[in-house]
């Protein structure tokens, strides 16, 4: 399995405002992903990052908003922009060792 | 787009008894996966099954690939406190040329010592 760490683990951040979530991993890994999980809800994918292209978002995510960045094979980054109160959740990090593995977690609230 | 039914919600049990939990789907999946989250934490990865009919036990837990690939469930043996959180499952399953992760709704479980 892989040990995956996120930073922040909490913040509470302003309307209008944007949050750079970090991972990383403690090992070389291909693909990475970008979850987001409301209060009392299950988990949606945001978008997976593969180190050398582009992030593939899913349908409702768009770059703007959650730009992603993959500069080496350990390590990504998430970023909220313009966050407004619907943004509030748990922002997930997950990897693909042999099998899919998730970080702890970044608990964002916004106000 | 495909979606995982789980079942139950919640669950409220008596430490010592078993516990069972399934997800079922419309869809084919090529492999299932289940998780454990607890409160301020990540899910945990508990058991992967492959293959079709495939039973496979981790401790307490054992868990089942369905024969049709469109459900599987989760047993939890002898239930003890730790056991409390939210298990999800998950299929995984191919959409335009990548491999993506379907999740359940969760299951949350409290064992009353």
């Known amino acids: 399995s892989a040990v995956i760490s996120q930073k922040p683990s909490r913040d509470i951040c302003q309307r209008g405002t944007s949050l750079t979530i970090q991972c990383q991993v403690d090992?070389?890994?291909?693909?990475m992903f970008w979850y987001r999980q409301q209060p009392g809800q299950s988990l949606t994918l945001i978008a997976t990052?593969?180190?050398?292209?582009?992030?593939?978002?899913e349908s409702g995510f768009v770059i703007d908003k959650f730009p992603i960045s993959r500069p080496n094979l350990t390590f990504s980054t998430l970023t909220v922009s313009n966050m407004s109160p619907e943004d509030s959740s748990i922002y997930l990090c997950?990897?693909?060792?042999?099998?899919?593995?998730f970080g702890p977690g970044t608990r964002l609230t916004v106000t | 787009g495909q979606q995982l039914n789980q079942s139950p919600q919640s669950m409220f049990i008596q430490e010592g008894e078993d516990v069972s939990m399934n997800c079922t789907s419309s869809?084919?999946?090529?492999?299932w996966l289940w998780y454990k989250q607890d409160p301020g934490e990540g899910p945990v990865l508990l058991i992967a099954?492959?293959?079709?009919?495939e039973l496979t036990s981790n401790g307490r837990l054992t868990a089942q690939f369905g024969i049709t690939r469109k459900d599987s469930f989760l047993n939890i043996s002898a239930s003890i406190p730790s056991d409390v959180g939210i298990y999800f499952c998950?299929?995984?399953?191919?959409?335009?040329?990548?491999?993506?992760?379907?999740f359940g709704k969760g299951t949350k479980l409290t064992v009353n010592p």
């Open positions: 997950s990897v693909l060792s042999y099998e899919q593995y």
């Open positions: 090992s070389q890994v291909t693909m």
């Open positions: 990052a593969n180190q050398g292209s582009e992030a593939t978002y």
């Open positions: 869809s084919i999946f090529n492999t």
């Open positions: 099954l492959y293959k079709a009919g």
């Open positions: 998950a299929g995984r399953t191919t959409q335009g040329g990548s491999e993506k992760l379907v």
